[in-house]
């Protein structure tokens, strides 16, 4: 209904009375025109009010093929949401409790008198005109919000990062805007970088090409340090991870910038968001180390790899967390962890066993192979773990009941967390280790190649970094690269030979990079030095 027009249905089967509420409504000046229809009957006023939907039904009570009420409540529960006054020339009171809920804007006993009616149809229309402004302001605050869904997020993300809480306000806007919880999502996180400093603005419009290109359901949020996150959600067809990864970074080469892409893993819950958001932060500035052109995946789940073939009904057991539990406390020396897990693993060990002993005994064998891993990467007396491993493989020959088997599984636990005691200080030297290799190396160094080198995992070298140093990893790589770089810049290097002397191949980036850490740009530093 285009300006300031008004539709509305008489519904009386007197005659002469629908004639007269006729011509009130002809005579009424309102701002705007007044379209009327009328209805002698129940299944006529429900038809209309269907077809026409207008925005006022003047209803009177007792009409042919039912009562007026009746069928207004039939059509609240279809939608129709129009201004309803009802005239009746019975007792109000006997009705008011039957339209309670209906939305009745007013009860008008007939016969009416011609100003209380004016009076009434001035209330009706400005509600109907106040409710279209509200509508209307509304729909420019969704239109809003739907272009503007990445800012929104943005500022949710962020608040979520400083552990301000989860609020039931903000699990109602990240649902509304098609995220967590509503909608699981996988995450990406894209860090895109210009060789000219005049490129820069540029990336804006990667963002919205990443939209058109993979659909308008995909959600971009500009990021930090020219980069942006990227939630698609997890049940389209397109959010292959990998595939996603690989158009994501044709989009960007096409258009000669130069990126990395990081999939962070499946986001179901609002409380995931977070560390999944700091990790893919974290990985974006690693996979800088490398170069550009690189897609890194993060999601990192190695109880998955460890046991990925065990059956959906071993897993349904919880074979999977607590053999992640079991290898997570042995890793970082937390005991509490290992007798969680063990606890939880037992009760499905018996299941297995009473079954089948011997497939118990494999699975035990497994994760026995993964402490003895974990043993080894920190560092502890070979002779010790060589012992323990000898040791449990002869144990787990002799019980052929779950009870003896349960019995030798918690021995072994205990033993080996024995054997973890003859482990020195074997972070900190892990971290010097690191730490000789990334001076040796800075130039091509990445936390998987530093992991490799010092034998453990990358995500154990992470969280050691943190641990040991109080730094990121990432941060003491770009330490060393800019002391390194300054030395070079103060013997008299070109900005761009230093850049790539130190591993960074894009020279907008480096530059960004030396002066936030030195307080000068390249040439800046290198003129004050010569």
């Known amino acids: 209904m285009k300006g300031n027009s008004y539709r509305v249905l008489i519904v009386e089967d007197e005659p002469l009375e629908r004639r007269a509420l006729e011509m009130t409504l002809e005579a009424f000046e309102a701002d705007g025109t007044i379209e009327v229809k009328s209805a002698a009957n129940a299944p006529q006023f429900e038809a209309l009010a269907v077809e026409w939907v207008p925005d006022v039904v003047l209803l009177d009570i007792r009409i042919p093929g039912g009562d007026g009420l009746s069928s207004l409540r039939s059509l609240r529960s279809r939608g129709f949401s129009g201004q309803a006054v009802v005239l009746t020339a019975f007792d109000v009171f006997q009705y008011a409790q039957k339209a309670m809920g209906l939305g009745v804007t007013s009860f008008l006993v007939k016969p009416v008198t011609e100003e209380t009616f004016r009076e009434t149809l001035t209330k009706v229309f400005q509600n109907v005109a106040d409710k279209r402004n509200h509508k209307a302001q509304f729909d420019r605050i969704q239109e809003f919000v739907e272009r503007n869904r ?15 809480g989860i609020e039931e306000s903000v699990v109602g806007i990240m649902s509304n805007l098609g995220l967590p919880p509503a909608r699981p999502c996988f995450l990406f996180g894209v860090v895109c970088l210009a060789e000219e400093e005049g490129r820069k603005g540029e990336q804006l419009f990667l963002w919205e090409a990443f939209e058109r ?17 990227l939630f698609i959600p997890s049940g389209e067809a397109i959010a292959e991870p990998d595939f996603v990864a690989s158009r994501l970074l044709g989009i960007i080469s096409s258009r000669g910038f130069d990126a990395n892409i ?30 550009t052109g690189r897609i890194i995946m993060r999601d990192e789940t190695p109880e998955g790899d460890a046991v990925s073939d065990l059956s959906p009904a071993l897993t349904q057991l919880g074979l999977l967390a607590s053999q992640a539990q079991i290898v997570e406390g042995f890793s970082y020396g937390q005991p509490d962890l290992i007798t969680r897990g063990s606890r939880s693993l037992s009760a499905a060990l018996n299941k297995i066993a009473f079954q089948d002993v011997e497939l118990a005994k494999m699975l035990i064998l497994g994760l026995m192979g993964q402490v003895c891993q974990v043993l080894l990467s920190l560092k502890c007396d070979s002779g010790s773990v060589r012992a323990w491993t000898r040791r449990q493989l002869l144990n787990l020959m002799a019980p052929n009941t779950p009870v003896g088997l349960n019995r030798i599984f918690s021995q072994a636990l205990e033993q080996a967390w024995g054997v973890r005691g003859s482990a020195s200080d074997t972070g900190s030297m892990i971290i010097q280790q690191s730490l000789a290799y990334i001076r040796e190396h800075y130039e091509e160094v990445t936390l998987e190649s530093v992991a490799e080198a ?21 941060d003491e790589v770009k330490a060393i690269r800019i002391d390194r770089a ?31 850490m030195t307080g000068q740009s390249p040439s800046e530093y290198r003129r004050d030095q010569t």
Do not use: C
């Open 213 to 229: 290109t993979l659909g308008p359901e995909v959600i971009v949020v500009p990021w930090r340090r020219s980069s942006a996150l």
């Open 454 to 474: 010092v034998h453990v995992s990358p995500s154990y070298l992470s969280r050691l970094f943190r641990k040991v140093l109080h730094r990121r990893f990432v």
């Open 262 to 291: 990081v999939y962070g893993g499946r986001i179901r819950v609002l409380e995931e968001l977070a560390p999944a958001v700091a990790q893919v932060e974290e990985g974006l500035e690693e996979s800088l180390l490398g170069g």
């Open 486 to 516: 300054k030395a070079f810049l103060a013997q008299g290097h070109s900005v761009r030979d230093v850049a790539i002397s130190v591993g960074y191949g894009n020279i907008a980036y480096f530059s960004t990079l030396f002066r936030q």
């Open 150 to 164: 990445g800012a929104f997020a943005m500022g949710i993300i962020q608040d979520l990062l400083r552990e301000k």
